[in-house]
Each structure stands twice: as structure tokens, then as C-alpha cells.
Nanobody, 128 residues
């Protein structure tokens, strides 16, 4: 059974930092694109970041560019999201996901329907 499990989020003050991790089990995803999405209350899913299979290519949504960093450790089957300079607008539930049909960041890697496996999400709240 495939599982993606995000680390616990939490409450952070504006300007602070938080590191999220997402550990996969049940199969290896070292050859697949992995991504992070978020959903604020009452809003649609927003693509946050994606990383190619080897970790040498990363793309970010405009709202987090320059503040967030996605990385991966294929030996641990884990993807990370380092979030710096957090803002109240970053408050959301964060989800990791895997696209088993894609190794490289081409095409529609920013769409939720491109991803096959999802974590349960972890809540991040940024206070002003």
C-alpha cells in the first residue's frame, strides 16, 4: 500500500521558517516528479513547487518563489519543503504528491490532476 506522510506543520509567526517533509512508503518514487500543493480555507488547491526525479530541476509558484525551497532525498524516498519568510497568506493545508507518469518538469506538472498519490496534508498557520 502506497502512503505519503507529511510531517507535522504548526503555528509560526510571520517572518519565520518551517521545514515540511513527506515520506513515501509502499513503493519507490525516485524516478518520478514530486510536488507540493496547498489549500487555504475556502480556496482551491494551489500548486506550490515541483521537483524532477533527480532533484536538479525545481519550479515554484509565483507566490512562494524566492522564499520556499523544494528538495528530495531519493535514498529516503522523501521530499522536503523549506519555507522561509512566511506570511499570513501562506496559511493553508499543505499536501505532497507524486506524478508517476513524469520524470521531468515538462507539461502540466502544476496541475493537481497530473498527480497520482497524495499525502493527507498538514496544516500550517502563520500568525501576523
Amino acid at each position: 500500500q502506497v502512503r505519503l506522510v507529511e510531517s507535522e506543520g504548526g503555528l509560526v509567526q510571520a517572518g519565520g521558517s518551517l521545514l515540511l517533509s513527506c515520506a513515501a512508503s509502499g513503493r519507490t518514487f525516485s524516478n518520478n516528479v514530486m510536488g507540493w500543493f496547498r489549500q487555504a480555507p475556502g480556496s482551491d488547491y494551489e500548486w506550490v513547487a515541483a521537483i524532477n526525479w533527480s532533484g536538479d530541476t525545481t519550479f515554484y509558484g509565483d507566490s512562494v518563489k524566492g522564499r520556499f525551497t523544494i528538495s528530495r532525498d531519493n535514498a529516503k524516498n522523501t521530499v522536503y519543503l523549506q519555507m522561509n519568510m512566511l506570511k499570513p497568506g501562506d496559511t493553508a493545508r499543505y499536501y505532497c504528491a507524486v506524478d508517476t507518469n513524469r520524470r521531468y518538469l515538462s507539461g502540466r506538472y502544476y496541475r493537481t490532476d497530473e498527480y497520482d498519490y497524495w499525502g493527507q496534508g498538514t496544516r500550517v498557520t502563520v500568525s501576523s
